[in-house]
């Protein structure tokens, strides 16, 4: 809310950016690019706007930064397409390398994933406005197919939306983690598989409050594919930010 508070033109995204610090949790990156993608709705999406927020943080040492900006950009193109995932991932498209695209296509599908949890599971109004709402036609949630929206993506999307995956998965299956990685394990390939783990594990880490004991009850009701996928993504998510290190 506090990010999304704040107005800014092509000129300010940067310098807003790089106030943003490690007690947002990401929330100040996102907050600040949703208003300024939001405030380009209607209007034609020029690559210079598309590209200006994150270009001034290249050549920096600020490479985490970087990566939360082409993130949050992801969730800004979602204001903009009000919650068309294809549009969205088809103006990360527009970005120039794949690390870059995959970043964005990553804040695609979670800013997806919290539109989904609001209007379904009544999770609270996370990252959307009144004026930034799904269009009609939009469909966030399909309660008889967990692997959505990731199934009606193309393929080179789905590694960066099955890694958010489980934030959809879990509140369906109401938090069992072994009816979950049952979910996960009908992804496809093993890569989809192992990725799709990698969320439920970052998802066990939070609900746990970062305590090995709940980790451990969560992540071992996985499949023998799926436990040390579990456990990775819950060590990632207790160092997301270098706020995080120390613990």
Known sequence: ALGYAVRSTPATPTKLLTQCDDRYQSGCYHGILQRYFDARMGMPLTQSFLVAPCDGLRGTSEQFRLFDCLHGTGHGLMMYHRYDVNGSLTDCDRLASDWDRRSCYSGVFMEHNMGARMQVFGDGKFGMHRHSMPAESVVLFKPNDLHYPCDATAPRYRHECYELQADLILP????????????????????????????????????????????????????????????????????????????
């Open 172 to 247: 369906a299956v109401k938090q069992d983690y072994r009816k979950a990685g049952a979910v996960c394990d009908a992804a496809g390939s093993p890569e989809l598989v192992g990725i799709c783990y990698v969320g439920l594990g970052r998802n066990a880490s939070g609900a746990a409050a970062f305590q090995f004991a709940g980790i451990r009850k969560r992540c071992d009701l996985a499949s023998p594919t799926g436990v040390s996928y579990c456990y990775q993504g819950a060590v990632r998510h207790l160092a997301y930010a270098p706020s995080e290190l120390p613990r």
